[in-house]
């Protein structure tokens, strides 16, 4: 069975761009969830989608925003990008609002900005 | 809010040597606790994990106990080999108060050699 799946596994992007970060789930999976790993800052959670819809929001900026497609696979948009945002993105997925005891992670994306 | 506290790292010892890694939680109710593991250059793996006070969770020679009155969960392995050098992370999930999110401790990096 195959696990998490994310693409691209390195991006480098200047700062004020954008950067796009995507994410498949394990199959049967409804959840997808996005962690930042930083430098120094440990690992913060960033977004949880469930059945397309927006579950929970860590404290981030609005610049930091995502979707999930009716496939239940997920992008990151990261817009106006920062120099403090070159971090490892780590996606993850569960069963959904049903269990969600346990998050099964990809990865990562490795974004690096200059 | 939720937290999570790790022993400081790094942890080096060599192959064989007995493992501890101490893991404290903040947490207004009953949290389930889990122990990931991350490999160098890879995405987090759960290692184990613990849904209620006293249970045991155990993975490849890794054990957890959830001790509810010291708001603990320590890690420890009998015997360490080479392979197990990675970064190990502690969370915790409380569906009240932080819904879907894991709440990360800062990491402990461990070094077997041979």
């Known amino acids: 069975e195959a696990g998490v799946t994310q693409s691209p596994t390195h991006l480098i992007k200047t700062r004020g761009q954008q950067a796009t970060l995507r994410c498949s789930p394990i199959?049967?999976?409804?959840?997808v969830y996005w962690y930042q790993q930083a430098l120094g800052l440990g690992l913060q959670f960033l977004l949880w989608?469930?059945?397309?819809?927006?579950?929970n929001r860590g404290n981030f900026p609005p610049r930091f925003s995502g979707r999930q497609f009716p496939n239940y696979s997920s992008e990151l948009n990261v817009n106006a990008l920062e120099l403090e945002d070159s971090a490892l993105y780590l996606c993850?997925?569960?069963?959904?609002?049903?269990?969600?005891?346990?998050?099964?992670f990809g990865p990562g994306t490795r974004l690096l900005v200059l | 809010g939720d937290s999570v506290t790790q022993m400081e790292g790094p942890v080096t010892l060599s192959e064989e040597a007995f493992l501890t890694i101490n893991c404290t939680y903040t947490?207004?109710?009953?949290?389930?606790l889990f122990w990931y593991v991350q490999y160098p250059g890879e995405g987090l793996q759960l290692l184990l994990k613990?849904?209620?006070?006293?249970d045991k969770g155990s993975n490849k020679g890794f054990e957890a106990t959830y001790r509810k009155e010291t708001t603990s969960f320590h890690l420890e392995k009998g015997s360490v080999q080479v392979s197990d050098s990675a970064v190990y992370f502690c969370?915790?999930?409380?569906?009240?108060?932080?819904?879907?999110?894991?709440?990360f401790g800062e990491g402990t990096q461990l070094t077997v050699n041979p």
């Open positions: 993850a997925s569960s069963l959904g609002l049903a269990d969600q005891e346990t998050q099964y």
């Open positions: 199959s049967g999976h409804t959840s």
């Open positions: 969370a915790l999930r409380y569906q009240e108060t932080s819904g879907s999110r894991l709440t």
């Open positions: 613990a849904t209620k006070a006293d």
């Open positions: 947490a207004t109710g009953y949290p389930s």
């Open positions: 989608y469930d059945e397309g819809e927006e579950r």
